[in-house]
């Protein structure tokens, strides 16, 4: 299998090469379309190699983390390259997502460095890289693309991505968010200072339906001894639920009593009895066992 596979790449690599050298040679549309069928021919050469995609992608963040550390000059060259070894890893694994979003990091930090406006194309190719990563895993660069329609004051799809990253869960802290030099446009709205309040909230607390049984896939009771949560406003008094000015909200419901073994065969006995009257008590029974 690997040595047809090896074979059949060949031949689509030769193809692909052959037909660039045709699109060289062409001009318009003709040129364009030989091109395009080219690149798919190198795609399907290297797609589906994880280990070169992994290697790619472990490059491309280690040279993303060196420029951080460098000057302005050095830097420009290593978040290039990082950007590069991003984009061929994506080439060879479409869905690596460690890829899709460093990729547009180091195009933020990128324009950053450079000090372009929020409308240049850097930040365009950052929202391309952030918006595949969506693409990939729904919520994991939605915090990204809200940095990026701040700096571009698009609040309202800044205030939907913030709410769709919290929902997801890739919201970054709040003291994070608060010196964020990417929001600092919104910073001030209502909107933003309503959404900061609802994070700090923190999530509803979940109610638990004591109706509701769960089973396991054996059919035992999971949620037997489970008890509704309550709210940090309720209090619970001899199983009566109280609010906080003491009004009564739930009272205990009385448990069945459980029948023993033995009150059970007798109560069965009596009920067999009354609809049968020849039928033998439990007491009689017993009698003829002792008896004998």
Known sequence: MALFDAYKNKSTLTAAIKQTAKARASEGVTADQLFASAYEGFAEVVEGDLVRGEALYNWGFSLLHQAKSKTEDDSVKLYLSAITKFSFCLLVSPNHLGAAIDGGVAYMDLARILEVNADDELYDLAGEFFEN????????????????????????????????????????????????????????????????????????????????????????????????????????????????????????QPEKAVDSSEEKIEKEAVDSSASNPEAETIAEVKTKVVDE
């Open 133 to 252: 990563s969506e693409r990939i895993q729904r919520g994991s660069a939605a915090y990204n693309l809200a940095c990026i329609y701040a700096l571009r004051g698009q609040s309202e799809a800044c205030a939907e991505a913030l709410a769709l990253s919290k929902e997801c869960g890739s919201l970054p802290s709040i003291d994070d968010m608060s010196t964020d030099s990417d929001l600092a446009k919104v910073k001030n709205a209502t909107w933003f200072i309503e959404f900061i309040e609802t994070v700090k909230a923190g999530p509803e607390p979940v109610i638990v339906d004591d109706n509701e049984v769960i089973y396991d896939v054996e059919g035992n009771v999971l949620n037997k001894k489970k008890k509704k949560q309550r709210l940090e406003t309720e209090t619970e008094v001899d199983g009566v639920i109280y609010d906080v000015e003491g009004n009564v909200l739930e009272k205990a």
